[in-house]
């Protein structure tokens, strides 16, 4: 029973992780908080679920051509948004969410469609009182393991990676090193949309394709940023599997709607105890 | 002058339209009431709330409550709930006053989508159903009809705006506009940002809960699907329409934003409504932003000086 | 009215204020010099509030000052200036004068209606404060955005905003930076004149030795976080250190 609460909760850990992994490397190196993160994956997951109505032998192909169409779309996007102030852009991409919803919900209408796996989501590998493990949480954790475990590669040992950093920390003295620090901002937003979009295609699945679908998500995502300081990555993606376990624990044994206050609780406790987040850097007064 | 003109003539707009109109007119005052706390809360304060339809939600509940459960007339359960709304707002205005940038819109967030998880469970608040107000029989002395009502809800916009309008233009308006932009020298001069902040916090709970009991009362019940987070973006898409230098900015950002958005949704639109709402408002706000981040009050300042004064955010 | 024991403030390994004890008379004037990096902004942030000493204890009139926050010091009647322009947005000179009353305009969430009365305090606080821009000579910019102001007179603007909080005792950070030679002269004058006519300590920082000397009727010379000359005027040209860095 516990083993299974545990393993679907880091099921939906690992969405939470991907899209507060998301949020935090946009907002490490634009400054920029994304609210559209949720409803970007959401969207983009639309678009893969037209394709497969089309195509439904192409799914391994579909699923590599969505993720590289996310990176440049976020790529596209980092270009598109007017960078004066970070909170003028936070809203701008509150703007994005409101803007993909809506449009979401006028092209595919309301009704929650299910989203095919190339697999048999049924074939189950572990079953307990009723409550079986499929090989759809096999694939939701080796697909999210496989691009967390790929990132934080790419970020530690590619000169790709290594710039990125330096961007997010220094720009000032990676610009004075020659590097295209425009280009580099808009490469992460690239990468964190694809991250999302990710997190998308994993949550679709875990519940069920609609408009509204990325809401609780995103709010789960935005508390393990919160708890990562939205600065730390490793710190993120922590959160994220940590929050999804808790979920779980706290839907089976309290009630499955609680996510929203759950979220309200963590974010506040997190802000009243380390405003800078567990693992932020503490904040000086800048006089 | 100008202002009892249009007061007069707004007073008289109830026998020159149907009810129709009249209706939209009432909800462009609820907006605007609203859209007013939002821009002492935004432009003045220079922080941002994310979860105002939770507060909209308190005034609902609270005056449909305290009338259906407890026999309280309209207008005292109406201030209370508002009142009680604006306590709530103090108590997160407190939690969120140490909060920059990214922390104090995910705080207020996750404040309003926690708050509507707890009406769709509360068997009080008549949980995913909502629950049916009370008919009024009158409003302020007046037999309640829709031309009362419209009435009364000019009368409370033109109270508040005056008020507004006073304590902003003095020491209050004054020290929050100095907080927002230069907080080191508010407290060189004695004022208290905390203070300020959750005062304003405050202050926009407050009227957004005083809205939300006039809408429910409009509408005839109060469901949750009327306060989620996409309502909190479609206030704070108001505010930014109409600029956030002014509360004048917020008046003639609620006042367009509720008119243009009827008349495009009955002409382009067929499905269902809300879509279009979200739509719009993330239209209005990744347009404004983008090409006028002062809204139309800050247009209006350019067109009027050579150089803009007021700052967008 | 400004006592300190054994204040320290360290940034990192760097040392900017070490185990600093003065005692300032409520009515005096003192003006504080010292090569950069000498800790004279540190000290003033941590008389102020701004910035929290890692060691010591500071009185106001009496009262430890702990656990106050800057805004509660400006209560007490401690106003400090900053370096350079701190201007808000969008308010005229009027308003930013009006900003330093803040304190002394009673507070009112029910105002008697639109300014009608004549014993309104939002009136009886802008009588005030065009008195003080007469007094600096500004007043016929009242209605000006500060923004749109030269510096010199944004400057002006600054002490008419330090001078209607009323100050008990006022600390200023470098008052003259960024002005020429003769408005600096003539602004120096001006804080004189105000601090004749309205009776306030002043602690000044100033890189200008002879205008500072003339100023102030006790100098003190810091140097890496310590005193190392203290004196009258007169006095303290004769120490060798000040000799050193100031090569009278």
Redesign the interface.
Known sequence: MMLYLLINGLAFGSIYALLALAMSIT?KST?I?N?AQGELAMFSTYIFFSGLLLWPQGFWLLLILMLAFNFFGGFLLQKGI?T?????S???T??????????A??LWG?EPRHLPLPFEAGSVWFEEEGLALSSYHLWNLLSAGLLLGGLFLLMRNTSLGLAIQATQQHPESAASLGLNTQRIKAIAFGLSALTGGLAGMLAAPLTPLEPTMM??NL?MG??A??WGG?RSLKGAVLAGYCLGMLKNLLAYYL?P?????L???L??LV??WR?QGIWGAKQV?N? | MLALFCGSVLAGFPWLVNAYWLYIGSLIFIQILIAMGMSVLMGYSGQISLGHAAFVAIGAYGTLLLRAEAGWPFLSALLVASLFGGLIGALVGRLGVRLKGPYLAVLTMAFGMACLTLLGRSDGLGQHAGLIAPPLKSIAFLPYSPTSFYLFLLFLVGLVYVWLSTILGGKIGRALKCIRDQEHLAESVGISPTYYKVLAFALSAFLAALAGGCWMQLLGLAHPDNFTFQHSVQFLAVVVLGGMGHIKGAVLGAALFTFIQVQLESQLFDGPSAYFGWIFSGGILILILSLEPGGLWGLWQKWNRPKPASRAL | MIKTQGLSKRFGGLTALDALHLDIPADACWGLFGPNGSGKSTLLHCLSGYLEPDQGEIWIGGQNTRMLAPFALAKLGLIRGFQGTYLVDGLTVLEHVLLGQHQHIPSSFFPKLPFLSSDHPEKKARQKALEWLDFLGIADQANQLVQRLPYGMQRQVELARLLAAEPKFLLLDEPGAGLNAEEREAFFEQITAARKSAGFGLLVIAHHFSLLSQMADHLVMLHQGKIVASGPADSIVQEAVVREHYLL
């Open positions: 907002y400054d908080a609210f007017p004066s102030s970070s909170k003028v936070m809203i701008i509150l703007g994005l969410q409101m803007l993909l919803l809506g449009c919900g006028w309301p809401w609780n709010l935005f508390a940023a919160v939205f009630s709607d609680l996510d929203a206050m979220a309200f609780g974010i506040a802000l009243l405003p007064r006089l």
